[in-house]
Every structure is written in structure tokens, then in C-alpha cells.
């Protein structure tokens, strides 16, 4: 089989397929009968790499395998095509997924130590719906504390192969959505000190489950925007400023 024939079928494979493919995945399209020969595939990537220099689109490899992307220069032009809104996501949620990027693994608490604030359990959520970030593992503190860490979609979606290929800290400092004033070299007993919180605020909760919320008003434990709103004890005196009741004592007859 020419070389020739092995690039179209290498192009035309990888413009077709709705995801990055990689080696083995495009090495498996020749049969046992008509096998690409050695290191054929690898130079018809090359090459196709070189005809695209001149292109409007680039053959990048990323953390799934090789894919065609429209290239950078021409992207704005590209993108009047989508019509759909695109996501913007807030600091809060840029700040946790570089924290969770750059630190993994990393467990709520300790990113809750470094922001200084609580981090919203949708916000955590939203990422692992968007396919960018995950479970991997648990913290061994008592209470055992998830660890997370990013995934391919995470690469994939950002254009790298892997994790080296993350830009330096400083470089986050050009991105005004970011600009994370955040204290990544943090020691590590503090980390640990921020897991060994995180796991006795959940014993805390869950043996306040078992208390009763008949006594209290006022606290909602599912609305985590609010972390400073506290349960507050009614009192009958409470009850009655409430309900406007200023009226007199009754005297007893004498």
C-alpha cells in the first residue's frame, strides 16, 4: 500500500471521527490482510501536519489522540458559525478549576483554605457534569475526604496532551477572567490541617442530622450561597414581636 493512500485514509479518518483518535485506533482501520506498513501512520501524520502550515486548521494532538481544530488566528471568524450562547463561567469557578488543575489531587477543604471562602457544592457539581473534572481518590484523614483531580475532556477541551503542558502560573496573570491571587505554594502541613477540617465538619453535619429542627428557624443547610447564615432559637418572646402582639399582661383580680 503506497504512503500516499495510507495519508488520505489517515486524513479522512481523523476529519471523521467525532473524537480525537489515536494510534491504535487508526492503526486498526488497515486489516490483518492489508496492515499499514511500520512507522506509516506516524509519517503520514507528519505530514498532513506539515500541509496544514498553510491552512486555516491544524493537526494537534491532544490527551484522546489527533484531531483537526480550526486554528487560532482565524478563530473568531470560525466562531460566528455557532450560534448557540457560549457558558461563561464566574472567577469563583475559574479559581476552583485552576486550583484543582494545578494542585491535584486536591479535596474541597484545602481548596476552601487557599480561597479563603466555602466553595459551592453546584459549582463543584457544574465541573463534573461539564466532563472536566473527578473523583480520584480519597484523602487518608479521618472522614476520608474526596480528591480531585481533571480528565481528558479537561485536556481535550483546552488543546493539550498532558499536564506539562499546563502555562506557568505567572502566564494565568494575562487572563482577566482568572487573574488568581491565589497562594499555590502553601505548605503542606496547612493542606493537611485544611483536610482534618474538612473531615470534622462532615462528622459535625452528620450528627446534626440527627438533632431536631423543630427548635430552629431561619437556616437553610442546602443553600451553601450563604455560608454565614446561621440557625437562629425561637423564643416565645421572639413569637410575639413577630406576630405584633404588644399587648398588657393580664392583672389578676383581687
Same mark, same amino acid.
Given at each position: 500500500?503506497?504512503?500516499?493512500?495510507?495519508?488520505?485514509?489517515?486524513?479522512?479518518?481523523?476529519?471523521?471521527?467525532?473524537?480525537?483518535?489515536?494510534?491504535?485506533?487508526?492503526?486498526?482501520?488497515?486489516?490483518?490482510?492489508?496492515?499499514?506498513?511500520?512507522?506509516?501512520?506516524?509519517?503520514?501524520?507528519?505530514?498532513?501536519?506539515?500541509?496544514?502550515?498553510?491552512?486555516?486548521?491544524?493537526?494537534?494532538?491532544?490527551?484522546?489522540?489527533?484531531?483537526?481544530?480550526?486554528?487560532?488566528?482565524?478563530?473568531?471568524?470560525?466562531?460566528?458559525?455557532?450560534?448557540?450562547?457560549?457558558?461563561?463561567?464566574?472567577?469563583?469557578?475559574?479559581?476552583?478549576?485552576?486550583?484543582?488543575?494545578?494542585?491535584?489531587?486536591?479535596?474541597?477543604?484545602?481548596?476552601?483554605?487557599?480561597?479563603?471562602? *466555602? =466553595?459551592? @457544592? +453546584?459549582?463543584?457539581? &457544574?465541573?463534573? %457534569?461539564? $466532563?472536566?473534572?473527578?473523583?480520584?481518590?480519597?484523602?487518608?484523614?479521618?472522614?476520608?475526604?474526596?480528591?480531585?483531580?481533571?480528565?481528558?475532556?479537561?485536556?481535550?477541551?483546552?488543546?493539550?496532551?498532558?499536564?506539562?503542558?499546563?502555562?506557568?502560573?505567572?502566564?494565568?496573570?494575562?487572563?482577566?477572567?482568572?487573574?488568581?491571587?491565589?497562594?499555590?505554594?502553601?505548605?503542606? *502541613? =496547612?493542606? @493537611? +490541617?485544611?483536610?482534618? &477540617?474538612?473531615? %470534622?465538619? $462532615?462528622?459535625?453535619?452528620?450528627?446534626?442530622?440527627?438533632?431536631?429542627?423543630?427548635?430552629?428557624?431561619?437556616?437553610?443547610?442546602?443553600?451553601?450561597?450563604?455560608?454565614?447564615?446561621?440557625?437562629?432559637?425561637?423564643?416565645?418572646?421572639?413569637?410575639?414581636?413577630?406576630?405584633?402582639?404588644?399587648?398588657?399582661?393580664?392583672?389578676?383580680?383581687?
Amino acid at each position: 500500500m503506497e504512503q500516499d493512500f495510507i495519508q488520505r485514509i489517515v486524513e479522512a479518518a481523523i476529519m471523521a471521527a467525532p473524537q480525537p483518535l489515536t494510534l491504535a485506533q487508526l492503526n486498526a482501520l488497515f486489516s490483518e490482510d492489508q496492515p499499514a506498513p511500520a512507522d506509516s501512520i506516524e509519517q503520514a501524520i507528519e505530514a498532513l501536519r506539515r500541509d496544514c502550515e498553510s491552512r486555516g486548521v491544524e493537526l494537534v494532538e491532544v490527551a484522546s489522540g489527533f484531531r483537526f481544530q480550526v486554528k487560532a488566528d482565524v478563530h473568531a471568524w470560525v466562531a460566528r458559525l455557532w450560534t448557540e450562547r457560549q457558558t461563561k463561567y464566574t472567577r469563583a469557578t475559574l479559581e476552583t478549576l485552576a486550583l484543582i488543575a494545578y494542585r491535584q489531587p486536591i479535596t474541597r477543604g484545602e481548596i476552601e483554605q487557599i480561597r479563603g471562602v *466555602a =466553595v459551592n @457544592a +453546584n459549582m463543584v457539581k &457544574a465541573l463534573e %457534569e461539564r $466532563e472536566w473534572i473527578r473523583v480520584v481518590g480519597h484523602r487518608d484523614v479521618p472522614g476520608r475526604p474526596e480528591l480531585f483531580g481533571t480528565t481528558k475532556g479537561f485536556l481535550d477541551y483546552f488543546g493539550l496532551k498532558s499536564l506539562d503542558q499546563l502555562p506557568p502560573l505567572a502566564e494565568l496573570k494575562d487572563i482577566p477572567e482568572l487573574e488568581p491571587q491565589l497562594p499555590f505554594d502553601l505548605d503542606p *502541613a =496547612v493542606v @493537611a +490541617n485544611a483536610a482534618m &477540617a474538612e473531615a %470534622e465538619a $462532615e462528622a459535625d453535619q452528620a450528627s446534626n442530622e440527627h438533632t431536631d429542627e423543630g427548635d430552629f428557624v431561619g437556616s437553610d443547610d442546602s443553600d451553601e450561597s450563604h455560608p454565614n447564615q446561621r440557625a437562629v432559637e425561637t423564643t416565645p418572646a421572639d413569637v410575639h414581636e413577630e406576630a405584633g402582639d404588644t399587648a398588657e399582661p393580664e392583672l389578676k383580680d383581687e
